[in-house]
């Protein structure tokens, strides 16, 4: 039977911004920056996905200091020179009628690697790297030099760098500013117990664990406007006994939404290596929609779901507010305009490829 409203065409409205439909590009580093610059290819590679039809449009993890990145080839966002060509890019966003949104990010102990394609091995200062900062000296790898632990004055520079980083961010142009607190970087690495063994009140109980995210947070809402949405991407689960849980999570999404988090980007995994990982189709959707349910706050799912009706069901049922799509938009960017025909939306194409609409 034909469906006349599909629920991801249906706008979602958060505080001012209405997003067109439900469909994110989820951030995806493209370790095609020298010192942190925006170049074309960001260009071309965003743009795309917001030709394409996505309502929100996430850049990768960008780095909010130098020693925040991944490899030397991340984005950033640490100067103010770094505005310029990002501007360019949200620009094209908005004008393809996508809401541009930014992933700012501390990659912690698993800072100094050479990006994937090259090894992603840890690079020493000899071969264009730099010391990793951590909660705690244990590195990702054991066979790893440690990270230097942070001290106060470390913390507090972590602070004020996603502070200055986000007044950037919204210089530039970007309606949602989500904080990257998954996956193994700092500040999920603060949060796991496994990579957190603190004895000052940034370690221990639950609250000392949270407490560095609960910081930014307020840094960032200094600066980030009021009207304007705040995401915080987290790892639900560790996926290792004694590590960050489920329960946790809940817990740390009632928190962020009283301190003005408006959406809970709900990811898994990559605080250690070798767990193992049930990875099936949706498999992280539960988070989503536990932490939806459980914390009272809106939320996103990621994590394979690659096709239409998926995407669909996942709203259908509740499980979560918006649908973010990694792997499937970079081999389909088109991927919105053809689950529009799909689940029979009718929606705007770009005048541009109007020719190429399918007719019902
Ligand atoms: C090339 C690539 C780069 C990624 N970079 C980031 C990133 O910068 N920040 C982040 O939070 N997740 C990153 N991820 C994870 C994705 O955002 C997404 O959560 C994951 O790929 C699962 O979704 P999918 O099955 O739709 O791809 C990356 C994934 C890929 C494939």
Known sequence: ??????????????????????????????????????????????????????????????????????????????????????????????????????????????????????????????????????????????ENPAPLELDSTGIQKVISDFREASKRAFLTGFKVLEIHAAHGYLLHEFLSPLSNQREDSYGGSFENRSRLLLEVTRAVKEVWPNHLPLFVRISATDWAAGGWNEEESVKLAKLLKLEGVDLIDCSSGGLVPNVSIPVTKKYQVPFSEKIKSEAGVLSAAVGLITTPQEAEEVLEKEQADLILLGRELLRNPYFPLEAAAALEADIKWPNQYLRAKPRN
């Open 1 to 142: 039977m034909s469906k006349t409203s599909p629920r991801l065409f249906e706008p979602l409205k958060i505080k001012s911004i209405e997003f067109k439909n439900r469909i994110g590009v989820s951030p995806m580093c493209m370790y095609s920056s020298k010192d942190g610059f925006a170049n074309n290819w960001h260009l071309v590679h965003l743009g795309t996905r917001a030709t394409g039809g996505a309502g929100l449009v996430i850049s990768e993890a960008t780095a909010v200091s130098p020693e925040a990145r991944i490899t030397p080839d991340d984005l950033g966002i640490w100067k103010d020179e770094h505005i310029e060509k990002l501007k360019e890019i949200t620009a094209f966003l908005e004008d393809q009628g996508s809401v541009p949104g930014i992933q700012l990010a501390h990659a912690g102990r698993k800072a100094s690697t050479s990006n994937p394609w090259t090894g992603g091995k840890y690079l020493t200062e000899e071969e264009g790297g730099w010391e990793p900062v951590a909660p705690s000296a244990i590195p990702f790898f054991e």
